[in-house]
Nanobody, 124 residues
């Protein structure tokens, strides 16, 4: 399982960014794909997940209504569209792949493989 994130950067509060997660080495649409973030001194937290069955999506309450996820199977790429960004969204963002999708989509321990992360910084 290989995943590469891109699209991070510096943005002002209220702005938007779209992160990409490109996969290789596995059958993309057989896996659930999750997005996580980790701020300095904090635990890695689950933000969103798209299931391997019927592309059902899940979101953490703090990003619900601001973030959306989608995937382009032809490109083996998943996207995290982030709108109305806040300074507290500043973190390293990761995507992860999960071959055995279940209820604990928000737990980093559920996932089989991870990307290297991309930094998102939101200035006030």
């Amino acid at each position: 399982v290989q995943l590469v994130e891109s699209g991070g950067g510096l943005v002002q509060a209220g702005g938007s960014l779209r992160l990409s997660c490109t996969a290789s080495g596995f059958t993309f649409d057989d896996y659930a794909i999750g997005w996580f973030r980790q701020a300095p001194g904090k635990e890695r937290e689950g933000l969103s997940c798209i299931s391997s069955e019927n592309d059902v999506t899940y979101f953490q309450d703090s990003v619900k209504g601001r973030f959306t996820i989608s995937r382009d199977i032809a490109k083996n790429t998943m996207y995290l569209q982030m709108n109305s960004l806040k300074p507290e969204d500043t973190a390293v963002y990761y995507c992860a792949a999960w071959s055995q999708f279940g209820s604990r989509w928000y737990s980093p321990y559920s996932y089989d493989g991870w990307g290297q992360g991309t930094q998102v910084t939101v200035s006030s």
